[in-house]
DNA sequence: AGCCAGGACACGA
DNA sequence: TCGTGTCATGGC
């Protein structure tokens, strides 16, 4: 996993190319259900909108190049970079899950190219806590509501950026429940107020080891194993995480276990045993495999 | 109408 | 420690 290429960047008309990275589809990687703000631009192609770190971005891919379209600044490049791991040879992490066994493999091939990106903790933190016994398509209407709600307007793009923690503490427990979250509300509201007053502080979160990090996020109202673990795998580079949610438990049972039901601690020991230091990426592969019999049209929107 | 969605939690055995 | 009902909300 180290991160070695080196991206060719050039700008042509304000629009800046990316080109040197290896596998690595958009699409995929921003549709998967890993993070709730991309939207599809157009009903086919490669062209995703979305917003990091308070940027709105306009992305198309063209085979081998990532096109940023304007305005494509040297540190709107870098957040796309970092974002995407475009730097990272991706091609070596999807050959050596593949070469697990021929399930994987097959896992592999349905959802090529896709990257695990590198989300900000604290939207990571909320989005996943409005996921619970949630819809993809229902948490990013939240997501978007909350970011409208208390995000600052970016430019004339009609998007907002993810409210920073102390906008979104002035939020009542009534006024976040009138964005859709239901019954997260509270848990949305103490988070938020943890995390604002420096009770809990995410970066030293994230500097902390995989197991020592879970057990502190856990403490929060809402963060059960499973969400905990999306947060560390999606925005706290801890890749040896293994969400287990109910597409995860129905595809582990069926291709791995005969059949039988298995408990979630036993899934995600199976996996730490399995899929070791890449058990992260094994897990977005399968959750894409996993979904893949149901129609896009239940995916986006 | 009832079940399900990238679950967590309180409760009871 | 393990199973069960419940919690909003929308799409099927």
Known sequence: MGESRKLAVSWRDGACSIRGFDSFDLHTTCQCGQAFRWVRAGNAGQL???????????????????????????ETIAVVVDYFRLRQSHTAVEASIAGIDPTMAAAVDSARGLRLVAQEPWECLISYIVSANNSVAQISRVVENLSRAWGKPIGSSSRYSFPAPGDLERASQADVLTCKAGFRSRSICEAARRVARGELDLNAVTAMDYRAAKQELIRLRGVGEKVADCVLLFSMGKFEAFPVDVWIERAVRHLYFGGEKTSQRDIREWAEDKFGDLAGYAQEYLFAYARLAIPDRLRSG
């Open 48 to 74: 995703e909108e979305g917003v990091v770190q308070g940027r709105f971005l306009r992305l198309e891919q063209r085979d081998a190049e990532l096109v940023v379209h304007p305005p494509a600044d040297d």
